[in-house]
């Protein structure tokens, strides 16, 4: 494609060849006010680029519509141990995509692979409706558990395409489309068998890769990694329809390139590389948020969130034991926890434009310790109480599972900010240079840890009382809430050299 517009490297006459290529208002600020409008485009280009975390999100919870159907089938019944590999091949296949998403993000660029990624998700659906012997789901679900280690590059293309005044709510859209993910698979597979279900996701996927060749390249790999100014310039006069902004955006990514170019060049021999590298990986900016997130993404997966999704037909089975509620069905309860999810993973985006992931992941977990408590404590009251007392609570509240209410409270707490926000975090504590590969990582350690909880929790599930289980989430909510308030800092409103210098510091 041709250019009007020829930009060179930056050098001392840089500034005004580049005045002449790209036309600028008068008296352009340097950090102009930028609005809605100015953002039309990259709300739309966010949501095409998390398109593909509804398969990460049904992926999840199709165990839970997968597994009890499973048992009581004739031609693929399996028992608790299958059951439990079928959940957690989706967590230990993850890492292996995340471990490589970094290199292939870098090498062909954060569209391209975003679109790529779409085809083993539809080969993986595909697989599960012809599927007639077990493998064949097994295979299905490494498949889209290595496949969702990728997806890690649509967090990074947004974090690139976004304004800093919009990123914070624009990356909280991950979560909005993985709970969207959710809630579509819940809802499907309450109506209509598991193959059927997963024709329905296949045709998703398949509308998502058509919509994505309309995505623009993020600048930053084109300037970054392939040292393209004129293609840089282009991508962000697409995403920017103001020039003002687009030449304020244009220059604090120069600044990003020129710091770059100062730590590799005359790098030339492979000892004076491979200490550049460690360099880079022993900065405060990379090692500090890096060990960070690693606890984050343990605080997640001890407080429980992602095992209620796996396991929520289980989980809402053994309240139902312990109660005299028998008006909900399994099923029903799934599409409600995914309706709240969905709805509070919106709420999240909204308010993220005007309140700091500090401040939300600090509600988010005093919310979840406070319902994990008050679920466990009414088990406690209703279990121990002496019969008459307890046949006048039945009697009061015979339709009403309160301890299923409690749960859909903790959920919305915990989609609010824990289930969600460590992710999107990844696009905004990491510098622009590591954020491929140590993102990646960090990705593989996330799943890694999950695939433990996912395969230890049945066993847990049968070895305790629910409300013990509950209390133990109460507690471990609130040290992750002590860590957050002493170590993460706030995002809001920083741009990345900002918060570069922040760890720096």
Same mark, same amino acid.
């Given at each position: ?82 059951? @439990? =590999? $079928?959940?957690?091949?989706? !967590?230990?296949? /993850?890492?292996?995509?995340? #471990?490589?998403?970094? &290199?292939?993000?870098? +090498? ?15 080969? @993986? =659906? $595909?697989?599960?409706?012809? !599927?007639?012997? /077990?493998?064949?789901?097994? #295979?299905?679900?490494? &498949?889209?558990?290595? +496949? ?358």
């Amino acid at each position: 494609m041709g250019t009007d517009f020829d930009i060179q490297p930056p050098n001392e006459d840089f500034h005004s060849e580049m005045d002449e290529s790209l036309p600028i208002e008068p008296d352009v600020e340097d950090n102009p006010v930028v609005t809605v409008k100015d953002c039309i485009k990259q709300i739309v280009i966010s949501c095409v680029a998390f398109s593909i975390v509804i398969q990460v999100g049904a992926n999840m919870s199709f165990s839970a519509i997968l597994v009890p159907q499973l048992s009581e089938d004739d031609d693929l019944h399996i028992n608790k141990s299958e059951a @439990s =590999w $079928i959940a957690s091949l989706i !967590a230990i296949a /993850l890492p292996l995509g995340s #471990l490589t998403v970094g &290199i292939l993000m870098d +090498t062909i660029g954060r569209k391209l692979l975003t679109i790529l990624i779409t085809i083993p998700y539809i080969i @993986s =659906w $595909i697989l599960q409706i012809f !599927a007639t012997e /077990l493998w064949h789901i097994y #295979l299905a679900r490494i &498949i889209a558990g290595y +496949t969702g280690g990728l997806t890690t590059v649509a967090i990074v293309y947004v974090s690139e395409v976004s304004h800093p005044s919009f990123r914070q709510a624009l990356l909280s859209l991950n979560s909005v489309f993985v709970s969207l993910g959710v809630l579509v698979c819940y809802f499907f597979g309450t109506m209509i068998k598991w193959k059927l279900t997963a024709v329905v996701m296949c045709f998703i996927a398949i509308v998502t890769i058509i919509t994505m060749f309309f995505m623009p390249e993020s600048p930053y790999w084109y300037l970054i990694f392939k040292n393209d100014y004129n293609r840089a310039l282009r991508s962000f006069r697409w995403i920017y329809k103001s020039n003002s902004i687009c030449h304020s955006q244009y220059q604090h990514l120069l600044s990003i390139k020129a710091k770059k170019m100062n730590v590799t060049t005359a790098k030339t021999t492979i000892s004076e590389y491979i200490r550049s590298i460690i360099q880079i990986y022993t900065e405060k900016s990379v090692y500090k948020p890096t060990f960070i997130l690693m606890l984050l993404f343990i605080a997640q997966q001890i407080t429980g969130g992602y095992v209620i999704i796996f396991y929520a037909t289980d989980i809402f089975r053994k309240l139902n034991r312990q109660h005299s509620n028998k008006e909900m069905s399994d099923f029903a309860s799934l599409v409600m926890l995914g309706i709240i999810r969905f709805l509070t993973s919106v709420v999240s985006a909204l308010i993220s434009k005007n309140f700091g992931r500090r401040t939300i992941m600090i509600l988010s977990g005093v919310g979840m310790a406070i319902f994990s408590f008050f679920a466990a404590a009414y088990i406690s009251f209703t279990l121990f109480q002496d019969e008459k007392t307890s046949d006048a609570l039945i009697k009061n509240y015979e339709t009403i599972n309160i301890a299923f209410i409690f749960m859909l409270g903790y959920v919305a707490f915990g989609s609010l900010g824990f289930l969600v926000i460590p992710w999107a975090l990844i696009g905004e504590l990491l510098p622009v240079k590591v954020r491929g590969v140590v993102g990646g990582c960090l990705i593989s350690f996330a799943y890694l840890v999950m695939f433990l909880f996912l395969k230890l929790f049945p066993s847990i599930l049968d070895s305790f009382e629910m409300q013990s289980i509950l209390y133990a989430l109460s507690v471990l909510n609130l040290f992750s809430v002590m860590f957050v308030y002493y170590y993460l800092p706030e995002t809001l409103g920083r741009n990345f050299s900002e918060i570069e210098e922040y760890f720096e510091k």
